[in-house]
């Protein structure tokens, strides 16, 4: 599953950069000072007035938060321009049906952009991205343009005190009836066997959820590789074990004692819930 994440995760961010960056252009107030690199800071948090944008945000509430907002559509995406902080680089809020997904920034190409940004936030990720997931924030850089993909801060209490479901699994069980798990969970993807969805607020952490037999057999995290240390902070250590061929694995039991939660790791590590039955997560 861990693959299929990354893989849309990054089709869908190529794709909807592409379409906004062809879209941006709806000209600011001119007034302000020229922006210089040091407006972007030493991580990717928008600057200025943009920081000020959260994720899930609608149309209504970014323009009670900027009364200069004004309509900016275009076929193909939902935009709003607002004022920006400076004369030269003009501010867009963008939205899908679920809210504000991005800000977008458009700089003076004398201000090479791409370059400018690796020497303030340092080198990006393998696909162009900077990530703050603290802040809740990814940057795309596409012909001068500095895209920000907006989330919830994704931090260690997205995963709760104690071992458990998270987010929208936290309605379910591991042997919950098929029927009765789908109606709780209207949002996921339909696929016959198996249902998907992002975490509400994120773009990195996707919720899965298998059935067989009539019953939820299997429920899974997706999520990105910083997750792992936010996991062992919320709940603490994992306890170790083995599995059959002897190979350690890492896992905690939930505190009704009824599901094992085994964290498989790797470049798109997951969070595995399944039944434990009349069994514990003991140390070898």
Not at 152 to 171: M, R
Request: aromatic share 8%; with cysteine; hydrophobic share 40%.
């Amino acid at each position: 599953m861990g693959n299929a994440l990354a893989y849309t995760r990054s089709m869908s961010r190529v794709a909807f950069a592409l379409a906004i960056v062809a879209l941006v252009g709806c000209k600011s107030k001119p007034s302000g000072p020229e922006i210089t690199i040091a407006a972007f800071g030493s991580k990717p948090v928008p600057p200025g007035r943009l920081a000020k944008v959260r994720a899930g945000m609608t149309t209504s509430d970014v323009k009670a938060l900027f009364p200069d907002a004004r309509d900016a559509d275009r076929p193909g995406t939902r935009a709003l321009a607002v004022d920006s902080d400076f004369r030269d680089a003009p501010y867009e809020v963008h939205f899908n049906e679920k809210g504000t997904t991005i800000t977008t920034v458009e700089t003076p190409a004398a201000l090479n952009i791409t370059e400018s940004l690796r020497k303030a936030w340092g080198a990006p990720n393998d696909d162009g991205s900077w990530i703050d997931y603290a802040d809740g924030y990814e940057a795309h850089v596409t012909d001068h343009t500095v895209m920000y993909f907006v989330s919830a801060p994704f931090t260690a209490a997205f995963f709760g005190a104690a071992p458990g479901p998270v987010s929208e699994l936290a309605k379910l069980k591991v042997g919950m009836p098929e029927q009765e798990a789908r109606a709780a969970t209207p949002r996921f993807r339909r696929d016959s066997s198996v249902t998907s969805t992002f975490a509400p607020g994120q773009q990195d952490v996707m919720l899965v959820v298998s059935y067989m037999d009539g019953k939820v057999s299997e429920m899974n995290v997706g999520m990105p590789a910083y997750g792992v240390g936010l996991v062992e902070t919320a709940w603490g250590p994992p306890t170790i074990t083995k599995d059959r061929d002897g190979r350690p694995r890492r896992c905690w039991d939930s505190a009704d004692k009824t599901t094992r939660i085994e964290l498989v790791d790797g470049p798109s590590p997951e969070l595995v819930y399944r039944s434990m039955a009349d069994t514990t997560c003991v140390a070898p």
